[in-house]
Structures are given as C-alpha cells and as structure tokens.
C-alpha cells in the first residue's frame, strides 16, 4: 500500500534523485503539492456534506443567508497566510536550487585548477570557487559539450563530445548554455533545472552527481522537424575514470585534426580538373 502511495506521488511529481538542486526543486514541489492536497479535501468535503446534508425536501425552506463576515475574513486571511508561507519556504529554498555548492571530498581533484576555472560575472560558482566548466551547445539537431582543456589561446583544440556528456561523481559541474540557431531547451530531469539555450545568449546552470550512472533528458522546446532526435544523456563516472576518458578524448580529436591538416595540404598542392580548364 505504502508502495502504491510513494509511486503515485512520484508519478505526479519532478523527478529527482540525480543532484542536490533537483532534489531541492523535488521537496518544494511535494511542499506545495501536501498544502493543496489538504485544502482540496477540506473544500471538496464541505461541499459533499453541504450537498448531502442540505438536499432539497418536499416543502422545505431554505435558511436565507447573506453574507457571513467571519467566514470571510477567516478564508481571505487562511488563503494570505497559505500564500506567505510558501513564498517564506521558496525564498528559504532558492539559494540551494540556484547556487552550486561544492564538490565532495572524492571528487575531481583537478577542477578549478591549473587553467579548468573560467571566470564570470554571471555565473555563479560554489563558495571555494571551484568548478568543472562545461559549455553546452545546443544546435539543430544535437547536443555538443565543450569540455575545458583548450591546447590553444583561442580556445580551440578543447576536448568535446555530442549527445552524451561524461562527468565525474561528486563534483560540482557548472553549466555555460548557448546555441548556435534556435531556442532549444537542455533539461535531464533528475538533475533538476531546466534551461533555454538562446541564441546569443548565456545560461548558466549546475548538478553535482552522486551516483555512477546515465541520466536521460531531451531537448525541451520544440526547434524544428528533428526536435524528438534531440535527446541528451549524462553520463557519470568515477573521478579517475573522468580523467581518462577526458584525455583520451583530446589525444583521438588531437590526432584527427593532425590528419585532417595533413590531407588539406595534399589537396591544396594539387591541381584539380576544373583547374586546368578554367585557368
Ligand atoms: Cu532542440
């Protein structure tokens, strides 16, 4: 019974689990959803009764009533005081939601170090300043993620993967959210907060995982005929596992983009048919 109970609430509630901020949004959520629950029983059995107590008669008059000031004030003022606090619960809340905190003692010990901290007005880091950096790309129609480690000043040369982002457990991971041409929307549910990708625009958002394991999302606005390809998983890995798949993703793209090089020079040195003919 117990069972049938948490997995109908689950049913009708976010889905959490994942990282601190969805679990926060997850209690905030069941907050309001226990308050309402009472209020639509007390209302709807007021009503129930009234119905069954006061059903018409043969030759009964009803009382006639006008108005009744204590009944009033009593439901404008319960419904203000219901009103201020949640607002007093939210507010008191909002900080955890919003803000990173920071990575576990078994985390990624390299984030936010030698060169992996990017600093911003807008984003907000945890209290020690240390986070692993991600930029999230969204374009028609798949998900790139940027990963910090750029061989070269400009930027260029940092590691990235499509579709599945790999993370590391118990760190904190702060997300650097673009687009590249329409609104998409990153959300995997059970890492809680759901962002727009905007063109030329900057959102900013951040999970810190727990436990091992793939957590499934779906680009969440509707951005043109490949829309439902656009899924989005996160994958997360021990530290040390993070750390390898990170390098081994930036000696493959390394080696590809060497070979690419190459193979440009060899086109450029040629001359081609058209060449010949169209001096
Ligand atoms: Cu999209």
Redesign the pocket.
Known sequence: MSHLVTSTLAFFTPQSGGSSNADQIDSLYKITLYIALVIFVAVEGALGYALWKFRARKGAVPAQIRGNTRLEVGWTVGAAVVLVGLAVITFAKLSSIQNPSNSGPNGAQSVGESGLLYASADRKLPPNGKSLNIQVI?R??IWQYVYPGASEPDGLGAPYSYEQMVVPTNTTVTLDIVSED?V??WWIPELGGKFQ?VPGYHNYSWFKVSKPGIYRGQ?A????RG?AR?IATVKAVPPAQFEAWLAYQKQEIGQANAEAKVERAKLGSQTGAGQVENP
Do not use: N, R, T
């Open positions: 969204g028609q129609y329409v998409h929307s990708a680009c606005a509707l951005c043109g829309h656009m």
